[in-house]
């Protein structure tokens, strides 16, 4: 994936050339932009400003609060879908920073397919992969998921931090604060894992040049030796 800055006049001197420091500059807004595309959070620690936007979303709801985007910069908002809240107040602050989201979204181009290669990609039964996903999260009880959480909170470390609102950590910080009970959060933990495991599927089905291969036939291997053998030969 390639960034693309288009030099301004101001970024150059009376004889065209680029001042230096432009590049660290233009270094640190790809940085940024990468992340955001790939759906990185920007940071650990949730600021005032941000903070502000969530409590916004959650009081007016997230129609509203893309409506507000919409308002304020309206091409970031026609790119962003009103229910990516985390997206919506991500180009709210950029707004408030003079920065647009869909511009900067804008100077990623598409990219370029730097070798020749067969991609697989492994699926499993949708059935036995949410029963998969269900004994994982009570595994991870069993060996101590709990304990874990209660020692980073007894660390100061609460659900402020980005990091703290994963699945798995933020469903029991909302135990160990009376929102719901253990066993609950339990199977909240298991619902938005296979959620999130959907969503996962959803994406690398876009990867058009994979080969998909079930995991559960018989002869998956099989098959993709003869895929290799026959990409080679060609």
Request: glycine share 6%; with cysteine; proline share 2%.
């Amino acid at each position: 994936m390639e960034y693309v800055h288009q030099a301004q006049y101001y970024e150059t001197d009376q004889m065209g050339i680029i001042h230096h420091s432009n590049y660290i500059r233009w270094m640190e807004e790809a940085r940024i932009a990468y992340m955001d595309e790939m759906d990185f959070p920007s940071g650990e620690l949730e600021d005032d400003r941000r903070a502000g936007y969530q409590e916004l979303a959650e009081r007016i709801g997230e129609e509203a609060l893309h409506a507000l985007l919409a308002e304020r910069d309206p091409e970031s908002a026609a790119v962003i879908h009103p229910h990516n809240v985390r997206r919506v107040i991500r180009a709210l602050e950029m707004h408030d920073d003079g920065v647009s989201y869909a511009q900067q979204k804008s100077q990623f181009s598409v990219p370029r397919e730097h070798y020749h290669a067969l991609w697989f990609g492994l699926m499993r039964n949708r059935e036995a992969l949410y029963e998969r996903i269900n004994l994982r999260v009570d595994l991870m009880f069993e060996q101590g998921l709990v304990d874990e959480v209660r020692g980073l909170m007894d660390q100061g470390l609460g659900d402020a931090l980005t990091s703290m609102q994963a699945i798995g950590y933020k469903e029991i910080i909302d135990a160990f604060d009376g929102v719901m009970s253990m066993d609950e959060a339990r199977e909240l933990i298991k619902m938005r894992s296979r959620r999130y495991a959907k969503r996962q599927l959803t994406w690398f089905r876009r990867q058009n040049d994979a080969v998909w291969l079930y995991i559960d036939e018989e002869n998956v291997i099989e098959r993709a030796c003869s895929l290799v053998r026959e990409f080679l030969q060609n």
